[in-house]
T-cell receptor
């Protein structure tokens, strides 16, 4: 299995609070991604990174920001969480071979 | 632009029966195509991928898929379902070598149920 960990695995927070999710890899892969998974929508890309300090927006980036200061870490921040951001968040990594490897996910509940 | 449609959000089969999960895609460039499986409370695991080599692709756990350009389809099959195949399956498309960042677009998923 690809070495990807996500923390925390579960989080409950209140509307309006900031939240940061962490993705850590031990594979030294160039590309890293954040997705959210919601019933009926599959996975939708939030942001991705193609190198240290190089990031770009995905399909559903509003309300989210990311940072990548080291190859191994990719942080997803919700500046002010809303109930619509209740979801399961997955991190993925990819070398240059096109396939992506997924982490175990973080279940976030915003009350 | 690319998109993926998975026909049937839920599919139920009997143990030992044929599994057929449908995936149709649209892509403005020759695509790469993937099937992922997700077991409850877990991340996604790659089942198989098509990257412009053989059109019939064999994956793990006895699954295979055939790329049909004329039908823009990449249906997933398994000859005989096992109880352990019960999971959610996702089809995904990427622009492959024609795009940067290995961007994947996912279908909505199909939940496979296997009856004893």
């Amino acid at each position: 299995d690809a070495g990807i960990t996500q923390s925390p695995r579960h989080k409950v927070t209140e509307t309006g609070t900031p939240v940061t999710l962490r993705c850590h890899q031990t594979e030294n892969h160039r590309y890293m991604y954040w997705y959210r998974q919601d019933p009926g929508h599959g996975l939708r890309l939030i942001h991705y990174s193609y190198g240290v300090k190089d990031t770009d927006k995905g399909e559903v980036s509003d309300g989210y920001s990311v940072s990548r200061s080291k190859t191994e870490d990719f942080l997803l921040t919700l500046e002010s969480a809303t109930s619509s951001q209740t979801s399961v968040y997955f991190c993925a990594i990819s070398p240059t071979s096109n396939e992506q490897f997924f982490g175990p996910g973080t279940r976030l509940t915003v009350l | 632009a690319q998109s993926v449609t998975q026909l049937g959000s839920h599919v139920s089969v009997s143990e030992g029966a044929l599994v057929l999960l449908r995936c149709n895609y649209s892509s403005s460039v020759p695509p790469y195509l993937f099937w992922y499986v997700q077991y409850p409370n877990q991340g996604l695991q790659l089942l198989l991928k098509y990257t412009s080599a053989a059109t019939l692709v064999k994956g793990i756990n006895g699954f295979e898929a055939e790329f049909k350009k004329s039908e823009t389809s990449f249906h997933l099959t398994k000859p005989s379902a096992h109880m352990s195949d019960a999971a959610e399956y996702f089809c995904a498309v990427s622009p492959g070598k024609w795009g940067a960042g290995n961007m994947l677009t996912f279908g909505g998923g199909t939940r496979l149920m296997v009856k004893p």
